[in-house]
Structures are given as C-alpha cells and as structure tokens.
C-alpha cells in the first residue's frame, strides 16, 4: 500500500510538471509586469501609474468609465444635480468591502473628506479641492457640495475610491497602505517589498467577476526583461514597453503588442520658481531647442502625435490652433550665448525607470548642443515622486513626464502643473491662476473653452513647460490573453480574460 501511495504521488507530482498541467494551473494565474513595485497602495495616497494599476483592482470607485469612454455607475448607482453646486448620489445597498462589512454612505462621505483634508495631503487634492463638503442625505443617499460650479466633477469622481471608515480608522493610514481592504474585484492577498503584489478574486463581488483566481504584479525595471518573460511564458502582461520592443513582440510567436492612443501628454517640467529657469528667454530656449518631430517620429515610429499645448486633442479644452513653437535650435543657441553665466548653470534632468529613457536622452543631446549644461539624475520612482512634490525650491530643476488625469478634462491637467498652490506645479502666475480657476468654476462651455484658451496661450508664450506629444500607450501580452487597452491605461482585470 506505501509502494502504492508513493507512485501515485509521484505520478501526480509528474503530471503537476508537464507543460498540460502548468498551462491548467497557469490559466488560474495572470502575472503582470510592471515598471516599479507601487508606491502605494492607499488610493487616495499617490496616484502614479504602477500604484493604479494594481490598487484600481482592490477598490471601487463612486464612478468608473466604461470600456468606450463614458462615465458610467459604480459605487453610485445614479446622481441627480441639485443645483450649480451640489449633486446627490444614490449608493448601491449590496456592496461589501473585503472583510464582510457593508459598504454604507457614510463610507462614502469619509472617503471624500479623508481625500480634500488639506492635513492629509493627497497628491490628488488639486483635482478634488473644490469639493467642499459631503454629507449623508438619506437611506442610500451622499450629497457633495462644490465651491462653485464645478463642471469636472464627475469625470474626476472616476478616481475617487471608497475605502472603509472603520478600517482606515482603526489601522491607521501606514498599516492601511500595508494591506488595504476594499471592496473591489481583487483583494489585497501580499506584498513582497521590492519584488511583486498578490491579490486574490473577490468570488463575493457584486460586478462582474474576475477571470483569474490570483493575480501577481512584479517589479521589473528593465523593459528588454519585460519582454523576455512575456515571451518565456513567465509573465501575460508588460506595461510601458516601446516602440522598438513592439516590433520585436510582433514576430515573436506566442505574444503580441496592445497600443492604445491615449489622452496622456508627455512634456519637459522647468522649474520656473528658481534660478536660472526663472528666466522665461532661458525657457523659451529650451522649448525652441527640442526637436519635437523627431522624437515622435525617430523615436517613437510615429506613435503618437507633437502637441504644442498641455492637452491632447483627447481632452476637453484642446485647442486647434495652438500650434507648438517651431523648432529652431540656432535661434535657441543665439539665446543662451546671449545669457553668459546664468545659462552655464548645471541643471539636473531627473528621471526614473518608467519613462522612455530614450526621449530623456535625446532631450539632454539636444539641450547640450544648444549650450546648456545638462545631466540626467536617474532614481526610482517612490524617489522621483517624493521630490517632485516637495518642497518648491527642490522639485526637480528638468524633468521628463506622461501626465494623464484619466478625465480627459483640461482641469486634470493643466491645474495641478501649472496653478501656483498645487503640489506638483512649478510655476506661478497670477493670470494664469485665475484662468485656470474660471476654467474649473462654471457650467458654461463656451466659457470653459475660452478660459482654457487663454491658458493655453499664456503656457507658450511665458514657455511655463515644454509639452512634447500625445502619447500611445505600449503592451505586450501573451496571444491567450482577450484585452483591449484603452485610452485611461486601467488594467481592469475583471475585464480581461483567457481564450479558449
């Protein structure tokens, strides 16, 4: 009978290690390469894409958009405008967070006012700081009250995630970042510091659920090493690959590449507050001396396309005729020769892993051949994140982003760069505050459309930053994996699923 026993467990051990029986448990499995471990997993804490993409799983939001763009029910099932400055929402009564408590509105308002608490210091305040109260107004009922008309408040709702009162309460912000409990398709099951996240299926969740019974986000820095698992077998997803890996991905056997157009914008940040970059000839310099083109063309094979304002044609707010100042490298070297020693000061070009270092150094080529003293400072991001929304005097004096606000809205972007009281903004302009505020403070869409003109215009001239282009968004994916990217770079995993 032992004789028995033993050869029949080793028969199963030999059947768990053929190729057949990995491909059954691997279908039980989705493995997610990312850039960075995430800086965290507090929603309501950082906002940066290797913390979205695996936190969005954990949580609901009060709203989401659907596949197609549009905003669509979550945790609120309906809404209704009450007047210019407050809308009521009507909360999902079958909704339970993590731990088997329900999900109730006063959740809800604690979410909100936990996210404005200027004490709190959510990255996100600016694209939530005019809502000025929440309050619970019936059964199932949450009213929010805005300073003003507040036209973006739903597309920015869509990043509002509920997180539970007596849990946040009880364990603290720290421990709650540790292991969060939400309500969403996957919950938090481990994280591995420095190596990867695991969350499990939530198989009590009140949507849609997800394909996969666990699901792994691992850190790998290295793209070329993303795209080496993808095609070991050892990962189903990589994010923010690039064009020249996507080539590689499309005669590989087995994966593919996913390119979505997206309504990020990628652009220089100047740090317009100190010296020398508060020289506006400096800047426009800088601007004038970066071949925009040939980043997007030479660099990126034409994924993508060179905007010359801090939007995309994606966002409400674009403006068609704000063409980007023309690139001229010999009129930006006039320029700086012109400075002396106040353009010979070293300026830091700070970076991390999850951007095309390619552009970063092709930006540094480009402003060295103009005479500017360039060095490129590369950290990871929990760093790259820390110092630009630091103190002002030490943001970063260069450096290279992909903004996206996920609400497709000028307000998501342009307030937090460039309004002088935002923690991310490195410059300060009163006209351009106030444009900014009248952008975000009316119904009126003509109005809207016309402040952000304005704005627009106001961010070129004065170069406030350099915008580079309207960026697509670079998968690669095993060929078993049914996925369609879209234009707000979520990785909704219950929305994804194998092929038979």
Same mark, same amino acid.
């Given at each position: 009978?032992?004789?028995?026993? /033993? $050869?029949?467990?080793?028969?199963?051990?030999?059947?768990?290690?053929?190729?057949?029986?990995?491909?059954?448990?691997?279908?039980?499995?989705?493995?997610?390469?990312?850039?960075?471990?995430?800086?965290?997993?507090?929603?309501?804490?950082?906002?940066?894409?290797?913390?979205?993409?695996?936190?969005?799983?954990?949580?609901?939001?009060?709203?989401?958009?659907?596949?197609?763009?549009?905003?669509?029910?979550?945790?609120?099932?309906?809404?209704?405008?009450?007047?210019?400055?407050?809308?009521?929402?009507?909360?999902?009564? #079958?909704?339970?967070?993590?731990?088997?408590?329900?999900?109730?509105?006063?959740?809800?308002?604690?979410?909100?006012?936990?996210?404005?608490?200027?004490?709190?210091?959510?990255?996100?305040?600016?694209?939530?700081?005019?809502?000025?109260?929440?309050?619970?107004?019936?059964?199932?009922?949450?009213?929010?009250?805005?300073?003003?008309?507040?036209?973006?408040?739903?597309?920015?709702?869509?990043?509002?995630?509920?997180?539970?009162?007596?849990?946040?309460?009880?364990?603290? #912000?720290?421990?709650?970042?540790?292991?969060?409990?939400?309500?969403?398709?996957?919950?938090?099951?481990?994280?591995?510091?420095?190596?990867?996240?695991?969350?499990?299926?939530?198989?009590?969740?009140?949507?849609?659920?997800?394909?996969?019974?666990?699901?792994?986000?691992?850190?790998?820095?290295?793209?070329?090493?993303?795209?080496?698992?993808?095609?070991?077998?050892?990962?189903?997803?990589?994010?923010?690959? #690039?064009?020249?890996?996507?080539?590689?991905?499309?005669? /590989?056997?087995?994966?593919?590449?996913?390119?979505?157009?997206?309504?990020?914008?990628?652009?220089?940040?100047?740090?317009?507050?100190?010296?020398?970059?508060?020289?506006?000839?400096?800047?426009?310099?800088?601007?004038?001396?970066?071949?925009?083109?040939?980043?997007?063309?030479?660099?990126?094979?034409?994924?993508?396309?060179?905007?010359?304002?801090?939007?995309?044609? $994606?966002?409400?707010?674009?403006?068609?005729?704000?063409?980007?100042?023309?690139?001229?490298?010999? $009129?930006?070297?006039?320029?700086?020769?012109?400075?002396?020693? $106040?353009?010979?000061?070293?300026?830091?070009?700070?970076?991390?892993?999850?951007?095309?270092?390619?552009?970063?150094?092709?930006?540094?080529?480009?402003?060295?051949?103009?005479?500017?003293?360039?060095?490129?400072?590369?950290?990871?991001?929990?760093?790259?994140?820390?110092?630009?929304?630091?103190?002002?005097?030490?943001?970063?004096?260069?450096?290279?982003?992909?903004?996206?606000?996920?609400?497709?809205?000028?307000?998501?972007?342009?307030?937090?760069?460039?309004?002088?009281?935002?923690?991310?903004?490195?410059?300060?302009?009163?006209?351009?505050?106030?444009?900014?505020?009248?952008?975000?403070?009316?119904?009126?869409?003509?109005?809207?459309?016309?402040?952000?003109?304005?704005?627009?215009?106001?961010?070129?001239?004065?170069?406030?930053?350099?915008?580079?282009?309207?960026?697509?968004?670079?998968?690669?994916?095993?060929?078993?994996?049914?996925?369609?990217?879209?234009?707000?770079?979520?990785?909704?995993?219950?929305?994804?699923?194998?092929?038979?």
């Amino acid at each position: 009978m032992k004789r028995l026993l /033993a $050869a029949t467990a080793l028969g199963l051990l030999a059947a768990l290690a053929s190729p057949a029986a990995q491909g059954a448990l691997a279908k039980d499995l989705i493995t997610v390469d990312l850039v960075n471990e995430p800086a965290s997993l507090d929603p309501q804490k950082q906002w940066n894409p290797d913390s979205y993409y695996v936190y969005r799983n954990i949580f609901d939001n009060l709203v989401t958009r659907s596949d197609d763009g549009e905003i669509v029910p979550q945790v609120a099932s309906a809404w209704e405008q009450l007047s210019d400055t407050q809308v009521k929402f009507t909360i999902r009564d #079958d909704i339970t967070f993590h731990d088997g408590t329900k999900l109730t509105p006063e959740d809800v308002v604690f979410s909100v006012k936990r996210i404005i608490d200027p004490a709190f210091a959510s990255p996100q305040l600016g694209q939530f700081n005019k809502i000025t109260g929440a309050e619970v107004t019936g059964a199932n009922a949450v009213t929010l009250t805005t300073e003003g008309p507040y036209p973006v408040l739903l597309a920015q709702l869509v990043k509002l995630s509920i997180v539970p009162e007596h849990v946040v309460t009880e364990m603290g #912000d720290d421990a709650f970042n540790a292991a969060p409990v939400g309500s969403g398709p996957y919950a938090f099951e481990a994280w591995n510091r420095g190596v990867d996240v695991t969350l499990k299926r939530n198989d009590a969740y009140w949507g849609d659920k997800g394909a996969f019974a666990e699901a792994r986000f691992r850190a790998v820095p290295d793209a070329s090493t993303r795209v080496a698992d993808l095609q070991a077998g050892a990962a189903d997803l990589a994010v923010s690959l #690039d064009s020249d890996l996507a080539m590689q991905l499309e005669s /590989a056997p087995g994966v593919t590449p996913l390119t979505a157009l997206t309504e990020r914008v990628g652009f220089v940040g100047m740090n317009t507050r100190v010296a020398p970059l508060d020289n506006p000839e400096l800047r426009k310099a800088i601007v004038m001396g970066v071949d925009r083109e040939g980043i997007v063309e030479g660099i990126l094979a034409g994924e993508g396309a060179v905007v010359g304002q801090l939007l995309s044609p $994606a966002h409400f707010g674009w403006a068609d005729d704000i063409a980007p100042i023309p690139y001229d490298p010999e $009129a930006a070297k006039e320029i700086v020769e012109s400075l002396g020693d $106040a353009a010979k000061t070293e300026l830091s070009f700070d970076t991390s892993p999850v951007y095309d270092q390619r552009i970063v150094q092709a930006v540094q080529q480009m402003l060295t051949e103009i005479g500017l003293n360039v060095s490129i400072n590369m950290m990871d991001m929990a760093s790259y994140l820390k110092k630009a929304q630091g103190p002002e005097e030490n943001r970063p004096m260069l450096s290279f982003g992909r903004w996206s606000c996920a609400c497709q809205d000028a307000d998501g972007i342009m307030y937090p760069l460039l309004q002088s009281g935002s923690n991310w903004s490195r410059y300060s302009d009163p006209e351009m505050d106030r444009l900014l505020e009248e952008g975000r403070s009316t119904l009126d869409r003509d109005a809207r459309l016309k402040a952000y003109h304005a704005a627009s215009e106001l961010m070129k001239s004065d170069a406030a930053l350099l915008p580079l282009y309207q960026a697509a968004v670079v998968y690669g994916a095993s060929d078993k994996l049914e996925w369609t990217p879209t234009a707000n770079e979520s990785l909704f995993l219950n929305r994804m699923g194998w092929s038979e």
